[in-house]
């Protein structure tokens, strides 16, 4: 069997203090080098001086009393959090002999920032990979994905057509020298959220309003990101756990499909990992908003100024966000007047990526509306961040809703070959805490691994 650089348990991606400190001086030289494998160390939501990378947007952008908390993904390796379940869903199918290094190529189903993450972990842990995502996604994603060295295999349709690349996967793994990173199925993904994501997100609010989460808001794309939420809602009982998707393809809400331009989430299913349980409320935002918001945050950080920003703040905003984060922003805006949410009260929400996968979108917009100068981005300013409204919000703590949301997930995943009494086990916390419990053991493997580099 072929070696593989050795990477973080979960424990260590949470917590680099825990690091062995021989390496400390490796990892921040790695920094500097993208390629180089022990950037798979600083795979974490901590900066350098191990706090978390988190925002907390000034009230003059979002209108609200309560704390709007972003946590940051850009400073991951690749740019995006998502490397990290790409990562975790990679070693632990390393450490369990599932996958070997030499034999087996790694399909990525994405529509982009997965995609990325996977590409890169393979180049890091010397594996081939291919990425299954549509054929019309932003320029950017492809040129990262091919820069490290993945091949694309592109499917038709944008975003709301990734059920295309999942159908794709399955047909490629019928060759046994494959073995797929399934995002939007394996538990990795909700492992590496739960406890990397969500306890960082415990971490980021001590200091902020009251030290509590009151509401977590996160669009779910392969719903990894809102395994987090379970973990909040360990620690407080009362937070309310919300998925966001788009207006235009309402699949949660109503079982609605359609096109959209909110990239990486709106899927066209509820993904297996999805936690329906814990999630208490579905919000819609229209997809335009999110990229004329992105517009105006990145391109006219005056606006935001003429509004009330400070300039330092209005100019460090300017490449923190993606279209999806706006996506967030404004679910976060909406849930906190639908929650009447006050001064003291926190709500978190993350920031996948940062600008630097998003100038082809924003020039689509430009293409698009045709009029762009500042009386029109003062307009959109209003309009969008300041003027949220509290529709399109439905509250699935119903039991029908929830059933709803079950049969939702039925519909999409027995016709993968996935049992009625498997999906019925995710009904219960039971399954789901089991399957976070398998962190400790994973921590162990991995380190065993290592050990043997």
Sequence with gaps: ??????????????????????LHARILHASQNELDPM???????????????HIVLPQALTGVEANIIVLIGKYFPSGSHKVGPAYATLIEGCVD?????????????????????????????KLDSIVIMPDNMSKERYDRIL????????????????????????????????????QFELLPNYRFHRHVTGNSAIEAVKNIGNGRIACYASAPGSAGTLAAGDQIKATFPEAKIVAL???????????????????????????????????????????????????????????????????????????LFGVSTICNILGAIKMAKYLKLGPGDNIVTVATDGFDRYDSVI????????ETEDFVLR???????????????????????????????????LKFGYSKTYLDGMKSMDFWNHEYEKVKLYNEKIKALRGKE
């Design 1 to 22: 069997m072929n070696k593989i650089p050795f990477g973080p348990t979960y424990d260590e991606m949470l917590n680099p203090r825990m690091i062995d400190p021989t």
């Design 39 to 53: 950037n798979l160390f600083r795979i974490t939501w901590k900066d350098e001086n191990q706090k978390v990378n």
């Design 97 to 125: 002999g599932d996958i070997i290094p030499g034999k087996h190529t790694i399909l990525g189903p994405s529509t982009g920032n997965f995609g990325i993450g996977v590409s890169y972990i393979c180049n890091l842990m």
């Design 147 to 182: 820069k490290y060295g993945a091949r694309l295999d592109l499917t038709p349709g944008t975003e709301s057509d990734v059920i295309l690349t999942l159908e794709r996967t399955y047909k490629l793994k019928e060759n046994p020298n494959y073995r797929s990173l399934a």
């Design 245 to 319: 998707e788009p207006y235009e393809c309402s699949t949660l809400s109503d079982g609605g499909r359609g096109q959209h331009r909110i990239e990486g989430i709106g899927d066209k299913m509820c993904t297996l990992i999805h936690n329906v349980l814990n999630t208490d409320f579905i919000a819609q935002i229209e997809d335009d908003d999110t990229v004329k918001g992105l517009k105006i945050i990145h391109d006219a950080p005056h606006i935001l100024v003429e509004f009330g920003v400070k300039p330092d703040v209005a100019e460090h905003l300017k490449d």
């Design 363 to 370: 020039d689509n917009l430009n293409h698009r509306v045709l």
């Design 379 to 413: 307009r959109w300013f209003k309009d969008i961040f300041l003027k949220v409204n509290t529709d399109h919000i439905i509250d699935t703590r119903i039991p029908s809703e929830k059933e709803r949301l079950y049969q939702q997930k039925e519909k999409d995943w």
